[in-house]
């Protein structure tokens, strides 16, 4: 039957250029905002997940490949048992079923065993969120949808010409990104293990990180963009929070020395609207008493940046 699946995704996809993946797990929350220990009874919890990735080759002529050692690209879903965590009261947390897009890269390789990293970052959903009558403990999460960000340290080890095995340590990361209140999200430390099948062959040892020195130029950038986000303060004072506008734009100008490598400096100025400002001070009068608004550093529109890159 397993054969049988494996050689169906085969001909849906077309080229051996495809693995497929599937990985059992075990994850620990940490601590966030001191919430871990008020709220919650236990810490563990199990993940399952699935991917397909596609192998770039040493054939291809995208530089990039070649200058990061012809990584593994592709989308996964992870299903997280969250559910199954005590909270204290009548608050509760839910399963989140996650979906990103992944990058794998080996940075040690020899002819059965890899070792690398694996990036990650898409949405999750989940159905459990924050209510203060019904969920008034959940300050993790305020909004089904939410942002999710991993990062993890990689083994494999390789069976024969397209079975492997693998184990992964990483930190994942949800949260509403300020785009709901309350966001205390959730941090987690996630020990994986999974069973891949490379439709490609065997991948050779040394395709690795290869490409040619380019020579060195200068190239700049000018952006501007806007955003929402909103005021901690203001749900701390009125258990609500309002969508505020907010600006940004920028200059750099950097020296590439690598096809896929450069260095430089910019510059960014960033911009709230009055109608922000005036809340945030009306809220914080509220919270910390005239005296200490008064005193204090005082509400800007803009503010500045200089960053090196």
């Not at 077309?14 to 001191?34: A, P």
């Not at 300020?178 to 205390?184: F, K, V």
């Not at 490379?198 to 040394?206: A, G, M, V």
């Not at 910019?266 to 509220?286: A, M, P």
Request: contains cysteine.
């Amino acid at each position: 039957m397993l054969f049988f699946l494996l050689s169906l995704c085969q001909i849906a996809l077309g080229q051996k250029r495809y693995n497929v993946q599937f990985n059992l797990s075990n994850g620990y929350i940490l601590n966030t905002f001191d919430t871990r220990n008020e709220m919650m009874e236990s810490y563990m919890f199990p993940e399952a997940g699935w991917r397909i990735g596609y192998n770039t080759q040493p054939e291809d002529s995208n530089i990039y490949a070649r200058a990061f050692g012809y990584p593994v690209i592709g989308l996964a879903v992870t299903y997280s048992g969250l559910g199954i965590v005590p909270y204290s009261g009548k608050s509760t947390l839910d399963n989140i079923v996650s979906t990103y897009g992944f990058f794998e890269r080996d940075l040690l390789r020899t002819s059965h065993f890899f070792l690398g990293y694996d990036l990650g970052i898409g949405l999750g959903f989940n159905t459990s969120v924050y209510n203060p009558n019904d969920n008034p403990l959940n300050l993790n999460f305020s909004s089904p949808l939410l942002i999710y960000i991993r990062l993890g340290a990689k083994g494999k080890y390789r069976l024969n010409e397209h079975l492997e095995l693998n184990a992964s340590a990483a930190f994942a990361h949800y949260s509403t990104g300020r785009l709901a209140y309350p966001n205390n999200g959730l941090n987690s430390m996630v020990l994986e293990l999974g069973m891949r099948y490379d439709f490609s062959s065997k991948p050779q040892k040394e395709h690795f990180a290869n490409y040619e020195r380019t020579k060195p130029s200068l190239f700049g950038e000018i952006y501007y963009g806007g955003g929402m986000h909103r005021c901690r303060q203001e749900w701390m004072v009125y258990n609500t929070t309002h969508p505020w506008a907010s600006y940004t734009a920028g200059a750099n100008i950097n020296l590439r020395y690598l096809p896929h490598m450069s260095t430089g400096i910019g510059f960014d100025v960033f911009y709230d609207t009055k109608g922000f400002l005036s809340r945030i001070e009306h809220v914080e009068r509220v919270l910390y008493g005239d005296e200490a608004v008064d005193n204090g550093p005082g509400y800007k529109k803009r503010s500045y940046g200089i960053c090196l890159m």
